[in-house]
């Protein structure tokens, strides 16, 4: 399964493109892209055709400033009552009322002995609605989304650092995300607009020139590529000094909020990631001004990258692409948009079949050697008991009182009839059933049971045509009678699906014919 992560940000796109495996997830390419002045879906489009070619799952950036979020305390440690009283509980600080909203949830403090702590995170269904415009750009792949600066939380959870509590400080180009960890869990969440450009304007206003020369003067400060003026670069340092100050005092606040509603939380330390994170002095104006080690966070997992792809800014990509492995610590869905599993997990599920019918046919050689000695055990047995009950008859010369001994025994004919019955059959049935489902065919096992050898299958399909080449398919597959009940018609995850049911007995014509078993 190729999963891509895609951090779509107001200067730049950066995707990370991870393998995931039955053996685990692979890292596969990294890039970064100049987002130009055209829609953003056709260069997201343009993005997946040119740098990832045959994913199939792309996980998109929400971006943290259409998120609110709102810490809450519940008195009670039931979860399901939480996930029914949150929403009404974050509505109280809301611009906007809760039928205009999306919340999802993360539990903050799941030790507490008899309360839940919450952060909640709540959109207004018309941001994301707008958002969503984004994803017209991807055609060739499932998609879905998680929020930007958690795929930061993600990617440095995922490599367990064993630091307690650390501030994760996500720097853009006009905003930066302030996500506070205590013991692997999201306890503080803010977001600021000092960020990338604040640094630019400090410039250009400290040095009288227009912004996209201040741009590129920064750049320069960051990776000098030639001779700068020494006046130039020291009245520019100076007023990235100030700029930098603002951010400090910002993530003072941020701290001291932080400890207010978690008394015990000590930080330890601060990690930057995003492309600003990388501006000349930041790191140092950041640990002096906190007190705090502080260090950019880069992933040895991302491999040697070219030059200008900073692995500061590809950390909330590769959060994502955690998001979509499942492998994220920070789950939180805010689209609620089901994907179709079978598709983009497919190889995975072959294998995974192709492991299950292996270790049954390895259990089916042991079993029938345990139900040949069963069988013999059954017949010592039942000699036994009818020696001792025609003995005992003799010696009281009194009707034996067999209705307890009667009762065990169909207890034990019961017990035998399952174990001894073919466990061949049931798994040749399963292997042709698995044989007959045609392949590019949207078509859904929904159950499987089989009693008294009939069988009864149930699934469903994206129409009634689709059924027709279904039912066809396993009466030829099957090589028996097929009785299909009437379809009917349903909406699941609001789309129109066709229910059926097959029922065909468990052994082909054959088989019953000759009273024989597979």
Same mark, same amino acid.
């Not at 987002?35 to 070619?53: H, Y």
């Not at 340092?237 to 000590?266: C, D, G, H, Q, Y």
């Not at 069988?375 to 025609?390: G, N, S």
């Given at each position: 399964m190729e999963i891509l992560g895609l951090d779509v940000g107001t200067?730049?796109?950066?995707? #990370?493109?991870?393998?995931?495996?039955?053996?685990?997830?692979?890292?596969?390419?990294?890039? #970064?892209?100049?987002v130009d002045d055209g829609p953003l879906s056709l260069q997201i489009q343009r993005a997946l055709e040119e740098e990832a070619p045959g994913t199939d799952l792309v996980v998109l950036s929400i971006p943290r400033d259409l998120i609110i979020t709102r810490n809450l305390e519940l008195p009670f440690k039931d979860l399901k009552k939480v996930k029914l009283v949150v929403p009404a509980e974050a509505e109280r600080n809301l611009p906007f009322t809760l039928k205009d909203a999306v919340v999802a949830h993360t539990i903050a403090d799941p030790e507490a002995p008899n309360h839940t702590r919450v952060m909640a995170f709540v959109a207004h269904k018309k941001d994301l609605a707008e958002w969503t415009v984004r994803a017209e750009g991807i055609r060739s792949a499932e998609y879905t989304a998680a929020i930007? +600066?958690?795929?930061?939380?993600?990617?440095?959870?995922?490599?367990? +650092?064993? =630091?307690e509590s650390v501030a994760l400080v996500d720097l853009g180009a006009k905003k930066t995300s302030i996500e506070v960890i205590h013991k692997r869990r999201l306890v503080y969440s803010r977001v600021i607009t000092v960020a990338g450009e604040t640094f630019t304007t400090a410039? &250009? +206003?400290?040095?009288?020139?227009?912004?996209?020369?201040?741009?590129?003067?920064?750049?320069?400060?960051?990776?000098?590529?030639?001779?700068?003026?020494?006046?130039?670069?020291? &009245?520019?340092?100076?007023?990235? &000094?100030?700029a930098f100050k603002r951010l400090v005092r910002e993530l003072n606040v941020?701290?001291?909020?932080?400890?207010? %509603?978690?008394?015990?939380?000590?930080l330890e330390r601060v990690v930057l990631c995003g492309g600003a994170a990388v501006t000349s002095g930041l790191v140092s104006a950041i640990g002096a001004g906190l007190s705090l080690p502080t260090a950019l966070h880069s992933s040895p997992m991302l491999g040697p990258l070219r030059p200008e792809e900073d692995h500061p800014a590809l950390m909330p990509g590769f959060g994502l692409a955690l998001s979509g492995a499942r492998k994220a610590v920070l789950d939180v869905d805010l689209l609620n948009r089901p994907t179709n599993v079978i598709r983009y997990h497919k190889t995975e599920i072959g294998l995974l079949v192709g492991l299950v019918i292996a270790i049954l046919i390895g259990g089916f050689v042991v079993t029938r050697r345990e139900l040949a000695s069963l069988r013999e055990q059954y017949r010592t047995t039942v000699h036994e008991l009818d020696r001792k009950l025609e003995r005992i008859g003799k010696l009281t010369r009194q009707p034996v009182d067999v209705a307890t001994l009667n009762a065990k025994a169909d207890q034990f004919?019961? %017990?035998?009839?399952?174990?001894?019955?073919?466990?061949?059959?049931?798994?040749?049935?399963?292997?042709?059933?698995?044989? &007959?489902?045609?392949?590019?065919?949207d078509v859904? %096992?929904?159950?499987?049971?089989?009693?008294?050898?009939? #069988?009864? %299958?149930?699934?469903?399909?994206? +129409?009634?045509?689709?059924?027709?080449?279904?039912?066809?398919?396993?009466?030829?597959?099957?090589?028996?009678?097929?009785? =299909?009940?009437?379809?009917?018609?349903?909406?699941?995850?609001?789309?129109? =699906?066709? =229910?059926?049911?097959?029922?065909?007995?468990?052994?082909?014509?054959?088989?019953?014919?000759?009273g024989g078993k597979r």
């Amino acid at each position: 399964m190729e999963i891509l992560g895609l951090d779509v940000g107001t200067r730049t796109i950066k995707g #990370v493109l991870a393998r995931r495996t039955l053996l685990g997830l692979t890292l596969r390419k990294a890039f #970064v892209r100049e987002v130009d002045d055209g829609p953003l879906s056709l260069q997201i489009q343009r993005a997946l055709e040119e740098e990832a070619p045959g994913t199939d799952l792309v996980v998109l950036s929400i971006p943290r400033d259409l998120i609110i979020t709102r810490n809450l305390e519940l008195p009670f440690k039931d979860l399901k009552k939480v996930k029914l009283v949150v929403p009404a509980e974050a509505e109280r600080n809301l611009p906007f009322t809760l039928k205009d909203a999306v919340v999802a949830h993360t539990i903050a403090d799941p030790e507490a002995p008899n309360h839940t702590r919450v952060m909640a995170f709540v959109a207004h269904k018309k941001d994301l609605a707008e958002w969503t415009v984004r994803a017209e750009g991807i055609r060739s792949a499932e998609y879905t989304a998680a929020i930007d +600066s958690l795929g930061m939380v993600n990617a440095y959870l995922y490599e367990d +650092s064993g =630091v307690e509590s650390v501030a994760l400080v996500d720097l853009g180009a006009k905003k930066t995300s302030i996500e506070v960890i205590h013991k692997r869990r999201l306890v503080y969440s803010r977001v600021i607009t000092v960020a990338g450009e604040t640094f630019t304007t400090a410039i &250009a +206003s400290g040095l009288k020139i227009g912004q996209d020369e201040a741009e590129q003067l920064k750049r320069q400060l960051t990776n000098p590529s030639g001779e700068i003026d020494s006046s130039r670069l020291e &009245a520019a340092r100076t007023a990235l &000094a100030e700029a930098f100050k603002r951010l400090v005092r910002e993530l003072n606040v941020t701290v001291l909020s932080a400890r207010n %509603l978690w008394p015990a939380l000590e930080l330890e330390r601060v990690v930057l990631c995003g492309g600003a994170a990388v501006t000349s002095g930041l790191v140092s104006a950041i640990g002096a001004g906190l007190s705090l080690p502080t260090a950019l966070h880069s992933s040895p997992m991302l491999g040697p990258l070219r030059p200008e792809e900073d692995h500061p800014a590809l950390m909330p990509g590769f959060g994502l692409a955690l998001s979509g492995a499942r492998k994220a610590v920070l789950d939180v869905d805010l689209l609620n948009r089901p994907t179709n599993v079978i598709r983009y997990h497919k190889t995975e599920i072959g294998l995974l079949v192709g492991l299950v019918i292996a270790i049954l046919i390895g259990g089916f050689v042991v079993t029938r050697r345990e139900l040949a000695s069963l069988r013999e055990q059954y017949r010592t047995t039942v000699h036994e008991l009818d020696r001792k009950l025609e003995r005992i008859g003799k010696l009281t010369r009194q009707p034996v009182d067999v209705a307890t001994l009667n009762a065990k025994a169909d207890q034990f004919k019961k %017990l035998r009839g399952i174990l001894t019955e073919d466990c061949a059959s049931r798994l040749a049935l399963l292997n042709d059933i698995s044989r &007959a489902l045609p392949e590019g065919l949207d078509v859904t %096992l929904l159950n499987l049971s089989i009693d008294q050898g009939r #069988v009864e %299958l149930e699934g469903m399909t994206d +129409s009634f045509e689709t059924l027709q080449k279904v039912e066809e398919a396993f009466k030829a597959g099957l090589k028996r009678p097929i009785d =299909v009940r009437p379809p009917r018609n349903e909406t699941r995850d609001d789309k129109p =699906v066709t =229910v059926f049911r097959l029922h065909f007995a468990a052994l082909p014509a054959d088989d019953q014919k000759g009273g024989g078993k597979r």
